[in-house]
């Protein structure tokens, strides 16, 4: 009888591990169908019954649960898990711990389980991006590479992938990561010089200009003849204030390139700085033959020529003679003058922009246009209540 009992109970126990870990092999069907809160009901009680709480399975099943979560638009499903993808990582690795034999591992392989868990994490970080979500999606990148170097993913690795980390992690302020992984596509040679700039702006935001100049000064050995790297260093040097710097290299590429516009616009831009306006005028008048429709280029030359006649009308209040005054004040009118077509066309090309606008207030208050300085003021007025 004794015996009997025994069989018994151990019938029993098999019955109820049994039926625990059916729970699991119903949650996969449930997930195969769609009918994921269904799925989610039975894998939590799986996951909370010790007889199936610690089987690789129900981690594995989870994973697949998570997957399904981040690809459903229904809204009751999406607020399952926070971090669908991250769960579905964390279940799948568990997985593979649990499982002593290694079968999970095969599965994950020859089901290329990870090629899909990474277009997944791929696709999350590019919307993350795109929200401005730049840890996000920095997370979701960096988890892409870390399954893609892992000995469970089928097939070639995609470079882009430390590309776009590195634009992630620089939008979200962590230059040293975004350094790592656009050195990673330099050695590999993905996008040419194109990673090598960003690693010079990622030393820029970290203060460190010598690494910065160094790293770009270094570039022409290997991309000879890429104008872009004069161009990488003007921008380095005016954002150090290395104006003398800037200039020469100035210099050099617009012998090289002598219709681009861009070049005398920065030129014209570090004449302005340094209260040269002659010369400033010169250069941005260039710009803007080149490129009319350029707003930096319109605006600055205005700017110029404004920035220009209120130096003459200082100048003008030392002069004691009043009939050498009067011409002064009148010589500062006329420059005045000049600068009202280019604001104009400023304020035409970006409609809604204060800068153009308060320098229209002042053109039109100086030149005594009441009629367009009340308009401009009511405009600017409400614009700057906003």
């Not at 459903?72 to 669908?84: G, I, L, V, W």
């Not at 516009?261 to 040269?276: P, T």
Request: glycine residues 6%; charged residues 25%.
């Amino acid at each position: 009888m004794k015996k009997v009992f025994l069989l018994f109970a151990v019938i029993c126990l098999s019955t109820g591990v049994f039926a625990q870990k059916g729970k699991v092999t119903s949650a996969m069907t449930l997930i195969e169908q769609g009918a994921l809160d269904k799925a989610k009901e039975a894998l939590d009680q799986a996951m909370t019954d010790p007889k199936s709480m610690n089987w690789f399975n129900t981690y594995f099943a989870k994973g697949k649960l998570c997957q399904a979560v981040f690809k459903s638009d229904n809204p009751k499903f999406k607020a399952f898990y926070t971090d669908p993808l991250g769960e579905a990582y964390s279940a799948y690795e568990k997985s593979m711990e649990l499982d002593t034999k290694g079968s999970t591992k095969k599965k994950i392989i020859t089901g290329m389980v990870y090629n899909s868990l990474a277009l997944d994490l791929y696709s999350q970080g590019g919307t993350q991006f795109e929200a401005k979500d730049f840890a996000g999606a920095l997370k979701s990148f960096e988890t892409q590479i870390k399954i893609t170097e892992s000995d469970k993913y089928v097939g070639l690795t995609d470079t882009g992938m430390y590309y776009n980390a590195g634009l992630a992690a620089m939008n979200a302020g962590k230059h040293q990561d975004a350094i790592k992984y656009f050195e990673k596509c330099a050695e590999m040679k993905y996008l040419g010089v194109t990673p090598y700039f960003q690693i010079s702006q990622s030393y820029l935001e970290l203060g460190d200009t010598v690494k910065a100049e160094a790293l770009l000064k270094s570039l022409p050995d290997k991309f000879p003849g890429d104008k872009n790297v004069t161009l990488q260093l003007i921008d380095l040097y005016i954002k150090a204030g290395k104006n003398e710097d800037a200039l020469k290299n100035l210099a050099l590429a617009k012998a090289d390139d002598p219709e681009n516009y861009s070049l005398y616009f920065a030129e014209g831009v570090i004449f302005l700085n340094q209260s040269k306006y002659d010369e400033a005028i010169a250069d941005l008048t260039k710009s803007v033959e080149l490129k009319s429709d350029f707003y930096d280029s319109q605006y600055g030359l205005g700017a110029a020529y404004i920035n220009k006649a209120s130096d003459m009308f200082v100048k003008a209040n030392d002069i004691m003679d009043v009939a050498k005054y009067n011409s002064a004040i009148e010589a500062a009118m006329a420059v005045f003058a000049k600068a009202l077509p280019y604001m104009e066309k400023a304020s035409e090309l970006k409609a809604n922009d204060v800068f153009a606008l308060r320098g229209l207030k002042e053109l039109y208050y100086r030149l005594k246009m009441t009629d367009k300085y009340n308009a401009v003021k009511a405009k600017l007025d409400t614009l700057e209540q906003q």
